[in-house]
């Protein structure tokens, strides 16, 4: 897994850059975020790449809301963005608007006019779609292309005045219908909208394009290193092309390979549909790919910035197996985590030799990973516990080491014991185990001279906390729902979420509160939700121990 990596296709732009003292060897690149919805991990590799880039090389990184659509666009996800980039551990040099920019904007495009690099059109949407050819035809002039300055200008102002409405008229860059490059052909720089702006509010009625907005704003703020996603490439001489008429300053776009997950989507548009259409509970369910979700998984910054670094920056587009997430969080939580025993799917056990109403009080590390343990926590024992269902069987078979009639295994940070006996219900379901204790057998002082394969995890019952358990599954049923034939809704996957009600938790685990992670013993890691409460906690599944998944498949298959 761990490969040597080299400096990445960027690193090495950008180093050719510092050392020709182009810009005098400043680097300054953004972030640049549509406030349209919460930001995804597909964004968190766009993120610690221009953070990262900026400080590899001494400089800086801008955040830009990037907010020239009213229509879809919300302070709810510009504050959402911001929380997640701190919490990622960034921090930008600036937060500016695109917005901000309107009035230097709409300069920028009487400019153009006087240029006559610019026109008004009033050719409708269709009429424009139909005029503009395909890749191997060239498209028709508008027959508006011509019009003077003047009358230009004219339209230009009138149109801000809020004096037409929606689609009557549009201004378009003056180019060339006949460029192989469609980006090229009279690409539009504004149009009309009379919407309320989250942050301009009613001040405007003509909106800039992305094209339009994005290389200016880039230029206005001197970013010297503009990094964007792949299929930015085909706007790429538009962008320079805005740049070099207006003469301003000559920032560079450079693309990359986005991030592309196995059984999630990733775009907002998609994501936004899960929550609209309740297939999820919000944009911070942990079963979402976005920021937010992965935090309340349990998910750590130190995990998602170790994602990206292991996928890397290339120019060529895969689908990354969401298994190398998932390796990254259990590598730093069972450095971080804190030890605990949960049993999930309860059944009684009694030690017939342990002695009537008494208890005592063991001692478990926190961590073993830790240099000092972590330090030790309290654990309660007595003659009746909680030990999982799955880990009895009636009958013993070969190689099977946990518990059954006759067998021997030891419970966790206590003693050996030996299954004697069980009791069922009418309905077969096994009610009791009953079973006898080696004293001698503590752990930490054992003294038995008895050798046992297998150890459970347990919870003493006179102390069990019940506590709610969610166990999550992939949100999507097949690797790329995106790419499957109809929609992408009809392939989630109905049992994504499995809700325990009672599980018997230790009481350190019982004390727990939002945000607090742990190894459940044997279980996985789990962190506790937002919508715990005090006394009654509830956990999320954050990823299992090892990777069953591929396993699983391999089973169905
Ligand atoms: P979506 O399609 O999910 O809405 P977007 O590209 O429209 O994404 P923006 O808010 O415009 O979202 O993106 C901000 C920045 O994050 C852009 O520079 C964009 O290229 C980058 N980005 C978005 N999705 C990914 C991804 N999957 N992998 C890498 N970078 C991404
Ligand atoms: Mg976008």
Sequence with gaps: MEKEKGPNFLEEIIAEDVAAGKHGGRVLTRFPPEPNGYLHIGHSKSICLNFGLASKFGGVTNLRFDDTNPVTEDTEYVESIKEDIKWLGFNWANEFYASDYFEQLYEFAVELIKKDLAYVDDSSAEEIAAAKGTPTTPGKDSPFRSRSVEENLDLFSRMRNGEFKEGEKVLRAKIDMASPNMHLRDPLMYRIKHAHHHRTGDKWCIYPMYDFAHGQSDSIEKITHSICTLEFE????????????????????????????????????????????????????????????????????????????????????????????????????????????????????????????????????????????????????????????????????????????????????????????????????????????????????????????????????????????????????????????????????????????????????????????????????????????????????????????????????
């Excluded at 309290?378 to 909680?386: M, T």
């Design 234 to 557: 085909v706007h790429k001489p538009l962008y320079e092309w805005f740049i070099d008429k207006l003469g301003i300053f000559p920032s560079k776009q450079y693309e990359f390979a986005r991030l592309n997950m196995t059984y999630t989507v990733m775009s907002k548009r998609k994501l936004l549909q899960l929550v609209n259409e309740k297939h999820v509970d919000g944009w911070d369910d942990p079963r979402m790919p976005t920021i937010s979700g992965l935090r309340r998984r349990g998910y750590t910054p130190e995990s998602i910035r170790m994602f990206a670094e292991k996928i890397g920056v290339a120019r060529r587009e895969n689908i990354i197996d969401v298994g190398l997430l998932e390796f990254c969080i259990r590598e730093d939580l069972n450095k971080t985590a804190m030890r605990g025993m949960v049993v999930l799917d309860p059944v009684k056990l009694v030690i017939e030799n342990y002695p009537e109403g008494q208890t005592e009080v063991l001692k478990g590390e926190n961590n073993p990973e830790a240099e000092d343990k972590g330090g030790y926590r309290d654990i309660p024992f007595g003659k009746e516990l909680w030990i999982e269902r799955e880990d009895f069987r009636e009958v013993a078979e070969k190689k099977y080491f946990r518990l059954a009639p006759g067998l021997m295994v030891r419970l966790k940070h206590a003693y050996i014991i030996k299954c004697e006996s069980f009791t069922k219900d009418a309905s077969d379901r096994v009610t009791e185990i009953r079973c006898t204790y080696v004293p001698e057998s503590k752990s930490g002082n054992d003294t038995s001279g008895i050798n046992v394969k297998g150890t459970l995890h347990w919870v003493a019952a006179h102390a069990a906390a019940p506590v709610e358990v969610r166990l999550y599954d992939r949100l999507f049923r097949v690797e790329d729902p995106s790419s499957e034939e109809g929609d992408f809704k009809d392939y989630i996957n109905p049992e994504s979420l499995h809700v325990i009600s009672s599980a018997m938790a230790e009481p350190t685990v019982a004390l727990a509160k939002a945000g607090d992670k742990f190894q459940f013993l044997r279980k996985g890691y789990f962190c506790a939700d937002k919508n715990s409460v005090s006394g009654k906690p509830v956990f999320n599944r954050t990823v299992t121990l090892k990777d069953t998944w591929a396993k699983e498949e391999r089973k169905g298959a």
